[in-house]
């Protein structure tokens, strides 16, 4: 992967937040909440701040051959899972489409950081005639470190409990798979790793729409709708 040179260059800003990146007479709309920065080893990077995340996003154009499988789902998935270390654990990979109908593949791997703390790591890719562009993105957490999961699992164990408040019991919005604290999303025979857990659910973002997985999250329903 070569990332792109002189991306200042080519950024021009549009209304709403957003930012267009001109490439091979492609428009590619970015999230204009991040600032652009220069790295010395890593050259442009965006970074956004806040009290419980630092964010980092770095855009790459890649040739067709360097993608990530962008039309079958478990190739995707076990490829995933080949670089995976011990640290590490799947959230979501997933193959979708842009608003406009391109095709789109991304992931979510949770990294566990020494001493305390957690990154996801989002690779998301959007398919053009000539390119794909490849969004890899490190959302860490700061602060107070593990405050959702510790919130959300309190209410799980209430939930299997089933303690009520004025009269109605807990619900959480999960099938029969999720009634464990926590698993693998894709496999129920991986035991290994960080596993996601229950906290981890796209229904808590809006709960803790600081926390870096619920930003991360957020990073990509932007590039989906709008490009």
Not at 101 to 124: D, N
Not at 173 to 196: A, F, H, Q, T
Request: hydrophobic share 35%; glycine share 6%; aromatic share 12%.
């Amino acid at each position: 992967m070569k990332i792109v040179s002189n991306l200042k260059e080519f950024i021009k800003n549009i209304s709403n937040g957003r930012m267009r990146i001109k490439l091979d007479d492609e428009n590619i709309i970015v999230d204009g909440s991040y600032k652009h920065e220069m790295d010395p080893k890593v050259g442009d990077i965006f970074i956004k701040q806040n009290a419980n995340a630092t964010s980092v996003l770095v855009y790459n154009k890649l040739k067709y051959g360097e993608q990530v499988p962008m039309k079958d789902n478990v190739e995707f998935i076990n490829g995933c899972r080949k670089f995976l270390n011990n640290n590490q654990g799947l959230v979501e990979v997933i193959n979708t489409k842009t608003k406009s109908g391109k095709t789109c593949a991304y992931s979510i791997i949770k990294e566990r950081l020494e001493p305390v703390g957690m990154m996801y790591i989002l690779t998301l890719q959007i398919a053009y005639d000539c390119f794909v562009f490849n969004v890899h993105g490190e959302f860490r957490e700061e602060g107070m470190t593990g405050g959702r999961d510790a919130f959300i699992y309190a209410l799980y164990q209430e939930f299997k409990e089933g303690k009520t408040i004025k009269g109605k019991k807990y619900k959480f919005i999960i099938d029969d798979k999720e009634i464990e604290w926590s698993r693998d999303p894709y496999d129920d025979n991986v035991k290994e790793g960080i596993l996601m857990n229950l906290s981890e659910l796209p229904q808590f973002d809006r709960t803790f729409p600081e926390h870096p997985l619920s930003e991360a999250r957020r990073v990509i329903n932007f590039f989906i709708k709008n490009n």
